[in-house]
């Protein structure tokens, strides 16, 4: 959230202070203490040589830091991005270099960006507009936006703000690129708190659903999918993160293919007559993490034969979500992304049973 005139920053004509800042960005002070300590992240300037002022300057690097990191960049590499396009803002004015070169000295423990040029850049993504993997600045402020509104619990804006993004990017965009980063900047916030803001995950969790659900209904309305037997998407055995499930389930609905969501939890015994009495072309199994991720049970799919005497077939088997091996073995798919899933759902057989592909995480 940048600052406008109409807040009222508590100053002394050198900056805001860091509560101020901290209420402002949805940061605790702590943690701006922490990033100024441990990656240099503080201000320029200190009011009577102990009291921190963040300047304008300061406020738009730190604003970055917390753009990136809620986008999911490691702090670490995030810090180096935000001081690297400071240093980038300050080289575009030349008026801004000397006052730059003083006041970076008056920071203990940082060096002046001369003195950091050997600072390795962020990490670089092949393809990306940005050159850090992450979505665009407009969708990413977007997330920053939703979350901001769920540590509020302000949850007429946070339904108006995922509405909005559905809207715009279409569901399957403002699932990967507003909803999963607002997702994890709230779940990290807890984290890093204890749980002081479970009520915030769970306000934000419970609106991600119902918006889910109703793309999935709206979708339904406009009619009859395609005739063929459907997709089956189930949790393995005790995850309980059925969020991607639903997202997938309603992006599958507006594409006109059918499909069978179990949801959480689905016991084995559960999972095995459902493929029987359904049939699927594919079982999509998303685990959370490791402990849940049931290899065995989904190689047990993928050789499981369905279909009449004479006519049996199997099953392609979709392993999503962070809890699984990066190398599951031959037989067993692992997208990417949603959209990644969506294609190899809607593609024919002959190329959907082609090379697995690795997750990230």
């Known amino acids: 959230m940048e600052l406008s005139a109409g807040d009222e920053p508590e100053t002394t004509g050198v900056g805001v202070t860091t509560g101020f800042l901290a209420r402002r960005l949805g940061v605790s002070p702590t943690t701006l203490r922490s990033w100024d300590r441990r990656y240099g992240l503080g201000p320029a300037v200190r009011a009577d040589g102990r009291h ?5 300057d300061d406020v738009a690097m730190v604003q970055e830091m917390c ?4 986008a999911g960049l490691p702090p670490a590499e995030a810090a180096r991005a935000a001081k690297e396009s400071a240093r980038d803002r300050v080289a575009a004015s030349p008026a801004l270099v000397a006052r730059a070169r003083t006041t970076a000295r008056t920071r203990t423990g940082v060096r002046t960006p001369e003195e950091s040029s050997t600072t390795p850049p962020a990490s670089m993504t092949p393809g990306s507009p940005t050159g850090t993997g992450l979505p665009s600045t407009d969708v990413a402020q977007e997330g920053r936006g939703l979350a901001r509104a769920a540590v509020r619990l302000d949850a007429r804006a946070v339904q108006e703000r995922l509405a909005t993004a559905v809207r715009t990017h279409g569901l399957a965009r403002a699932w990967e690129d507003v909803m999963v980063p607002a997702l994890r900047a709230v779940g990290r916030k807890w984290e890093s708190s204890g749980d002081r803001y479970v009520e915030v995950e769970h306000l934000l969790t419970w609106h991600v659903s119902a918006t889910l659900r109703h793309a999935y209904v709206s979708a339904a309305e406009h009619g009859p999918p395609a005739a063929v037997s459907p997709v089956l998407l189930a949790c393995t055995p005790g995850e309980q993160h059925t969020l991607p499930l639903e997202a997938l389930n309603a992006a599958l609905a507006e594409r006109r293919v059918p499909a069978v969501t179990l949801g959480g939890a689905v016991p084995p015994e559960a999972l095995m007559a459902a493929v029987q009495r359904v049939g699927p072309p ?4 998303w685990s959370q993490s490791w402990s849940t991720a049931n290899l065995p049970l989904a190689r047990h ?3 499981t034969r369905w279909g009449v005497r004479g006519a049996r077939t ?10 699984w091996d990066t190398q599951p073995g031959p037989g067993l798919l692992r997208p990417r992304q949603l959209a990644e899933a969506l294609s190899l759902l ?16």
Do not use: K, Y
């Open 282 to 285: 594919a079982v999509v199994l």
């Open 301 to 303: 799919l993928a050789a």
């Open 67 to 70: 753009r990136l990191t809620a």
């Open 346 to 361: 809607t593609a024919p057989d002959d190329r959907a049973t082609g090379p697995t592909t690795p997750i990230s995480s």
């Open 314 to 323: 199997r099953s392609r088997i979709l392993l999503s979500g962070p809890g």
């Open 52 to 56: 921190r002022r963040w300047s304008p």
